[in-house]
């Protein structure tokens, strides 16, 4: 009888294949395979080096193909080399080697054998609040360095006892090489605390806490990866405690809740929004609420959605139980700074806003916020992408001719570093207008250039001279520097997030972004690829009396669009539409727009809803940006269809979309006794038949072109589903979903652009 003959293979294996439980997977996988061999983790993934016959290793590569569920493979690669009698196969220890990228995955909610545990008495983890197995648990924040193993994580000093020794080592068991694994002989501890920080000794900390929180008081969590201001959500006094001491006057809340039941009780969950809040990122989901949904009023005022979230560590399951009812987890920071994620520093920044701090022992190495997903044309739609979802790359159709850095835009600030065909956005970082965010911004994009061990060559930087995120740009030492248009990066992200090369038709709808013609655009539609745009469309300019001031006091917006539809005369109404607006302002802002003095010109879609939201609204002020636009969208009638005239003039330089025409309909409709919910719809329409007709007319001048939809007006479900509906079936508009269309996805764009300039040159 024949021997079967030995064979030897060595696969290599590019992904999210590190911390996820894949090394003792492929090991089992083997050895029911009945191959030998090896498996470790490299600095660009997972090798492997197999032996056995024909049969047995075709058993084992075709297994490859069904990894766990938290891995996500990108590219294998196999080549033959000597065979070995190897005795059995066995996972070994990681290689460092010159190229390094990044395989840590992002943090994994608690899978449920672990919640199990924690709610079983007769486990030795019950109420052990760092549950975790191979499956679950701390990845990205917790990782001081790669290839991530214990030794090069915050776990390093505690020294498995001997039980959880025996489960790290056993193949077969769930927590075979789970790097965080501990227990409550040898791991993290939680402890309570003042709130100047002093400890306070009890029995249990969670309990105490919970307690705590059901009598109304405030406690900053430290959680996987940051704090969180905790309080009850169902209590009015405590919410606006929290806000008055956080600096948070309207800007909705985060709910958590203890699972799908709970959240169902609250808001109206569909299939999509089930599977966004059962996933391992465990996101924050903007919901529509139910009537009479529990929540205190303060939770999200003027506001007809909620965002909830379930638990995704063990401390969040058991405080929730604890509690035993829903819970605010809000950032911990004050309104505008970076998240908290050391102790003695949220004791020194968060002292004046928490009652207690819920701490523990473990650090967290890389903080990341919350990541937060809404609903668009069905399905979920990533608005910050941060804790879950960070360092997942995003992969290019063409890789990148030299490692690029962008820098990102001033609000809602993430960066991009790229090389080769991976893209890695940063975590949310926010608003660059402090010291201490910005101090997180250069410190994170040092961190990440130390984990995927990219030193740019290129850096890109959007074309506004006055950003934070410029004037960083412009320091570092790179040789190459390349400023980026705003909204031509905006449509290239969507473009990259969908593999297309271009030319595409791109609509970019935003509040503001730096122009080349001296206005600020933001309501553009354009003909774009990675190196160069044609400017098809724009809308026409409102003057900002006051500049910045204008967004944080929409009256004004609201007061030019008028002045502007009426020929520099006001309807007298408008006079007592603001009552907390005093009339000697009204006539200054007056008296700038009629003598036509030119403050800053704003072309952006988000001014308009600004200035249409103040007049039919009544709001003058906005306490967070984007509220007053957030609120027109939630206002529309969906059963009314009707839109307002609009008129499109042709320019030197490109076609201009004239709203006056639907200003002067929407305020004869409200003296008629229209109610602002049907204006509002129909001011929706508008802006989609517009933008249906000028992206029609592109396609007529440039060809049957992709059309892609980005911008931070495309956060607003109701404006994407009715200019999706508007340009089918002709056109299949492509949105973002896992890059934000907002400014946090604005660097994968930048990155992009800069690397074909770059490239041109």
Not at 446 to 463: C, N, S, T
Request: charged share 25%.
């Amino acid at each position: 009888m024949a021997v079967a003959q030995l064979e030897g293979r060595r696969i290599r294996i590019r992904g999210t294949v590190q911390g996820v439980g894949f090394r003792p997977w492929v090991c089992r996988t083997a050895r029911l395979a009945g191959v030998t061999g090896r498996v470790r983790n490299d600095s660009a993934g997972v090798a492997i080096e197999v032996f056995g016959d024909d049969a047995s290793l075709q058993r084992f590569t075709e297994a490859l193909h069904f990894p766990p569920p938290a891995a996500k493979i990108l590219a294998v690669t196999s080549e033959a080399i000597p065979a070995e009698g190897a005795s059995r196969f066995e996972i070994v220890e990681s290689q460092q080697d010159a190229e390094r990228r990044v395989s840590i995955p992002p943090d994994l909610a608690t899978c449920d054998e672990c919640v199990a545990e924690i709610f079983d008495p007769a486990n030795r983890r019950y109420r052990y609040a760092f549950t975790n197995c191979t499956n679950c648990g701390p990845r990205f924040t917790i990782a001081r360095d790669i290839p991530y193993d214990r030794a090069t994580t915050t776990m390093a000093p505690f020294v498995m006892c001997l039980e959880c020794r025996r489960e790290y080592e056993n193949v077969n068991d769930r927590r075979f090489h789970a790097q965080p694994n501990a227990c409550p002989v040898c791991g993290p501890r939680l402890t309570l605390h003042a709130h100047d920080g002093v400890r306070i000794e009890v029995d249990d900390p969670l309990a105490a806490a919970a307690e705590a929180l059901r009598y109304g008081l405030i406690v900053a969590v430290k959680g996987i990866s940051g704090f969180h201001l905790a309080c009850d959500a169902t209590s009015d006094v405590a919410m606006r405690r929290l806000r008055r001491l956080k600096h948070r006057e309207e800007k909705p809340l985060a709910v958590m809740v203890k699972d799908l039941d709970a959240a169902e009780a609250l808001a109206i969950v569909g299939d999509e929004a089930r599977r966004l809040l059962t996933s391992v990122e465990r996101p924050i989901v903007v919901l529509p609420e139910r009537q009479g949904r529990g929540l205190g009023a303060s939770v999200a005022p003027h506001n007809h959605t909620v965002g909830l979230f379930l638990p995704y560590s063990p401390l969040h399951h058991l405080l929730l139980a604890e509690a035993a009812r829903p819970l605010v987890m809000t950032s911990g920071n004050r309104s505008d700074e970076p998240i908290a994620h050391r102790n003695d520093e949220a004791i020194r920044r968060l002292g004046n806003i928490a009652d207690l701090f819920l701490l523990h022992d473990r650090d967290i190495d890389s903080r990341a916020d919350d990541s937060v997903v809404t609903m668009v044309c069905g399905r979920g739609t990533v608005l910050r992408r941060s804790r879950g979802h960070g360092p997942r790359a995003i992969e290019l159709r063409h890789g990148v001719v030299r490692p690029v850095l962008a820098c990102g835009a001033l609000l809602k600030n993430t960066f991009c570093l790229a090389s080769g065909t991976s893209a890695w956005l940063g975590p949310h970082i926010g608003d660059l207008e402090n010291v201490e965010t910005y101090d997180a911004y250069v410190h994170a994009i040092a961190r990440m250039e130390q984990f995927v061990r990219i030193k740019p060559e290129v850096v890109a930087h959007d074309m506004h001279p006055d950003y934070v995120s410029t004037q960083y740009a412009l320091g570092r030492g790179e040789a190459i520097k390349i400023p980026v248009q705003h909204h031509h990066a905006h449509v290239v992200s969507a473009m990259a997030e969908h593999g297309l090369e271009g030319p595409a038709i791109g609509i970019a709808y935003d509040g503001t972004g730096y122009g080349t013609d001296g206005t600020l655009w933001g309501g553009e539609i354009m003909v774009a690829d990675a190196r160069s745009f044609a400017r098809v469309a724009t809308f026409r300019p409102l003057p900002l009396v006051g500049g910045d001031r204008a967004i944080h006091e929409p009256w004004r917006i609201a007061l030019a669009l008028a002045v502007d539809a009426f020929d520099g005369e006001l309807p007298p109404e408008i006079w007592s539409l603001w009552n907390d607006v005093k009339e000697s302002q009204l006539a200054a802002v007056l008296a700038v727009l009629r003598a036509r003095c030119v403050p800053p010109l704003a072309r952006g879609v988000g001014r308009y809803f600004d200035g249409f939201g103040a007049l039919f609204l009544g709001r003058s002020h906005a306490s967070f940006e984007g509220q007053i636009a957030l609120e027109w969208n939630r206002a529309a009638d969906l059963t009314v269809e009707r839109g307002c005239a609009y008129r499109v003039t042709d320019g030197p330089s490109c076609a201009e979309i004239d709203l006056r025409p639907a200003v002067r309909e929407a305020l004869r409709d409200r003296a008629v006794g229209a109610p602002a919910s049907a204006i509002a719809t129909a001011f929706h329409h508008t802006i989609a038949r517009a933008t249906a007709a000028l992206v029609r007319r592109a396609a007529m001048q440039y060809g049957p072109l992709p059309a892609v939809a980005s911008g931070g007006c495309f956060q607003k479900a109701l404006l994407a589903e009715l200019i999706v509906e508007a340009l089918a079936p002709e056109h299949d508009v492509l949105l973002h979903r896992d890059v934000p269309p907002g400014d946090g996805g604005v660097a994968l764009g930048q990155a992009v652009i800069a690397d074909a300039i770059a490239h041109a040159v």
